[in-house]
């Protein structure tokens, strides 16, 4: 059963000078006949994609080349300006460090407000805290607003909190480039009960040994196109060709 499907998506979006450019100098800029309309950039480009239940989905490339942007279209975080995407049951998205988390209140209220975002109760979150924060080794900061906590700390709470739920789709973003080996050692130990499972997983990770060793099928997106997708032995292999080559 398929559970995303993308078809022809593109996504043109502001360029990274626009979006810094603040209010003040856009006025300036008018009143002095300088203003010049928002550049875009084209960072998907007709893409293609269906996921079957239960895949393990990696995503290579360079920086750059849509995967990120790829993994926000499938959160619905963004929609894209052309194309359809659809993706059939829950999604727990881990794609920016923090993203999703209030800053100013504690950490167990944001593990209760992430739960029920992605649709939990809070009685049933309650329940789940504790092996959260154990897994996420804050037992001590159970109370500490997330201000607080290292950008460490915020990736092994996102972490802990997305892969406790058991969500239909998980989603993943570089999660394995921020923390110790230790806890990279446990965030893999914990998708690897994913495995067997009927749990749908997306990542994108530069660690192409991760990816061999734990997904089925790869995509490599390469200036916002799908330039090769299949078996990820296959996929990876003609990506480093490709690097060797330049």
């Given at each position: 059963m398929e559970v995303i499907r993308l078809d022809k998506v593109s996504l043109w979006r502001r360029t990274q000078e626009e979006f810094s450019y603040d209010l003040k100098k856009t006025l300036l800029s008018v009143l002095e006949g300088k203003y010049r309309k928002p550049a875009k950039k084209l960072v998907l480009d007709g893409i293609d994609l269906v996921?079957?239940?239960?895949?393990?989905?990696?995503?290579?490339?360079?920086?750059?080349?849509?995967?990120?942007?790829?993994?926000?279209?499938?959160?619905g975080i963004l929609q894209p300006t052309s194309g359809i995407a659809r993706v059939r049951g829950q999604v727990a998205p881990l794609i920016e460090l923090g993203a999703g988390f209030d800053v100013e209140i504690s950490v167990m209220d944001n593990i209760l407000l992430y739960g029920v975002l992605l649709g939990f109760s809070r009685a049933e979150m309650k329940k789940r805290a504790n092996s959260i924060l154990e897994f996420a080794e804050l037992q001590d900061y159970a109370l500490v607003p997330v201000k607080g906590l290292s950008s460490?700390?915020?990736?092994?709470?996102?972490?802990?909190?997305?892969?406790?739920?058991?969500?239909?789709?998980?989603?993943?973003?570089?999660?394995?480039?921020?923390?110790?080996?230790?806890?990279?050692?446990?965030?893999?130990?914990?998708?690897?009960?994913?495995?067997d499972d009927n749990v749908t997983i997306l990542v994108v990770s530069h660690d192409l040994k991760f990816i061999k060793n734990f997904c089925h099928k790869s995509i490599w997106l390469d200036q916002s196109k799908i330039k090769v997708s299949g078996e990820t032995h296959d996929v990876v292999a003609k990506y480093l060709n490709s690097i060797n080559n330049k």
């Amino acid at each position: 059963m398929e559970v995303i499907r993308l078809d022809k998506v593109s996504l043109w979006r502001r360029t990274q000078e626009e979006f810094s450019y603040d209010l003040k100098k856009t006025l300036l800029s008018v009143l002095e006949g300088k203003y010049r309309k928002p550049a875009k950039k084209l960072v998907l480009d007709g893409i293609d994609l269906v996921v079957e239940k239960g895949e393990k989905i990696g995503i290579i490339g360079a920086n750059g080349s849509g995967k990120s942007t790829l993994l926000k279209v499938i959160s619905g975080i963004l929609q894209p300006t052309s194309g359809i995407a659809r993706v059939r049951g829950q999604v727990a998205p881990l794609i920016e460090l923090g993203a999703g988390f209030d800053v100013e209140i504690s950490v167990m209220d944001n593990i209760l407000l992430y739960g029920v975002l992605l649709g939990f109760s809070r009685a049933e979150m309650k329940k789940r805290a504790n092996s959260i924060l154990e897994f996420a080794e804050l037992q001590d900061y159970a109370l500490v607003p997330v201000k607080g906590l290292s950008s460490g700390m915020i990736a092994r709470l996102g972490f802990s909190i997305a892969t406790d739920v058991q969500p239909d789709i998980l989603i993943l973003d570089e999660v394995l480039s921020v923390g110790d080996e230790k806890f990279k050692n446990k965030c893999e130990q914990r998708i690897e009960k994913f495995w067997d499972d009927n749990v749908t997983i997306l990542v994108v990770s530069h660690d192409l040994k991760f990816i061999k060793n734990f997904c089925h099928k790869s995509i490599w997106l390469d200036q916002s196109k799908i330039k090769v997708s299949g078996e990820t032995h296959d996929v990876v292999a003609k990506y480093l060709n490709s690097i060797n080559n330049k």
